[in-house]
T-cell receptor, first 109, second 117 residues
Framework: QKEVEQNSGPLSVPEGAIASLNCTYSDRGSQSFFWYRQYSGKSPELIMSIYSNGDKEDGRFTAQLNKASQYVSLLIRDSQPSDSATYLCAADSNYQLIWGAGTKLIIKP | GAGVSQSPSNKVTEKGKDVELRCDPISGHTALYWYRQSLGQGLEFLIYFQGNSAPDKSGLPSDRFSAERTGGSVSTLTIQRTQQEDSAVYLC???????????????FGPGTRLLVL
């Protein structure tokens, strides 16, 4: 059974600090990786996708992929209270995405 | 353009009744996914469509659950003889394409909140 593992949290970070979210995956064949944000009572929305080893930056968000270690991370710089949400990591396995259970992030003003 | 739409947004039903949930994907998206999310839990994969075909139905929790997709567009998820444990949010997502070589970004609808009394 292919798996994606995330720390459920909650992860509490002061406003303005860097939030670091981590994820590991079990399928060595995975090629596509995604970070989604889900606010309470809402559906998931895409934050970033990453396909190659290294870093990918988009505004305050940086995704990092290390295929050798089967590790994906998301960094959020200058964290804002509006970043408080559950962050879902997903990795592809064949035709579908395997989802982590999510990490709850709380940004404290 | 329009995103993924789902109806109804909320459904309250009595135990034993059948319910039908509808998903209208983004135009042009050939891949469609159904997920279930219980309160405070992660996403549970139910079924995937590529076009009108469902290559894998193994995620469906029981034979009370079925899904179909017609015309490569709208999909319906049917739950027969609903049970209280079926209460959850049912999410639909679509993506540009699918297949074993690359999974495209999935875009989610707002979900249907099902409550079985």
């Amino acid at each position: 059974q292919k798996e994606v593992e995330q720390n459920s949290g909650p992860l509490s970070v002061p406003e303005g600090a860097i939030a670091s979210l981590n994820c590991t995956y079990s399928d060595r064949g995975s090629q596509s990786f995604f970070w989604y944000r889900q606010y309470s009572g809402k559906s998931p929305e895409l934050i970033m996708s990453i396909y190659s080893n290294g870093d990918k930056e988009d505004g305050r968000f940086t995704a990092q992929l290390n295929k050798a270690s089967q590790y994906v991370s998301l960094l959020i710089r200058d964290s804002q209270p509006s970043d408080s949400a559950t962050y879902l990591c997903a990795a592809d396995s064949n035709y579908q995405l395997i989802w982590g259970a999510g990490t709850k992030l709380i940004i404290k003003p | 353009g329009a995103g993924v739409s789902q109806s109804p947004s909320n459904k309250v039903t009595e135990k034993g009744k059948d319910v039908e949930l509808r998903c209208d994907p983004i135009s042009g998206h050939t891949a469609l996914y159904w997920y279930r999310q219980s309160l405070g839990q992660g996403l549970e994969f139910l079924i995937y469509f590529q076009g009108n075909s469902a290559p894998d139905k193994s995620g469906l929790p029981s034979d009370r659950f079925s899904a179909e997709r017609t015309g490569g567009s709208v999909s319906t998820l049917t739950i027969q003889r609903t049970q209280q444990e079926d209460s959850a949010v049912y999410l639909c997502a679509s993506s540009l394409g699918g297949g074993p070589k690359k999974v495209e970004t999935q875009y989610f609808g707002p979900g249907t909140r099902l409550l079985v009394l």
